[in-house]
């Protein structure tokens, strides 16, 4: 499968961005969809989840900011950031997996966010 994830950009803290990720397939096909982001030097995170029941999971630093979803027809997850902090600053990566109890396995580029206070 190919991801595709844009819609990053800079933005004064308070601010909002969606970001955007399509998909080359449908997304049902996919027990799971989530978005990443990672800074340099730190481990890649896992900022919200959603299944393909459009179950959804967010880190608790994002909860109440962040809304992940998915538009079925479009073949497109999206992640709506809203009340940027600077924390949030990173590039943020885009993620598919196969089966439920298995890792993301394919991953679109990286999109950055950049967060100025």
């Known amino acids: 499968v190919q991801l595709q994830a844009f819609g990053g950009g800079s933005v004064q803290a308070g601010g909002s961005l969606r970001l955007s990720c399509v998909a080359s397939?449908?997304?049902?096909?996919?027990?799971?969809m989530g978005w990443h982001r990672q800074v340099p030097g730190k481990q890649r995170e896992l900022v919200a989840t959603?299944?393909?029941?459009?179950?959804?999971n967010y880190q608790d630093s994002v909860k109440g900011r962040f809304t992940i979803s998915r538009d079925n027809a479009k073949n497109t997850m999206y992640l709506q950031m809203n009340s940027l902090k600077p924390e949030d600053t990173a590039v943020h990566y885009c993620a598919t997996k196969g089966r439920s109890w298995g890792p993301y396995d394919s991953w679109g580029k990286g999109t950055q966010v950049t967060v100025s206070s």
């Open positions: 397939r449908s997304v049902f096909s996919f027990s799971a």
């Open positions: 959603i299944t393909s029941g459009g179950s959804t």
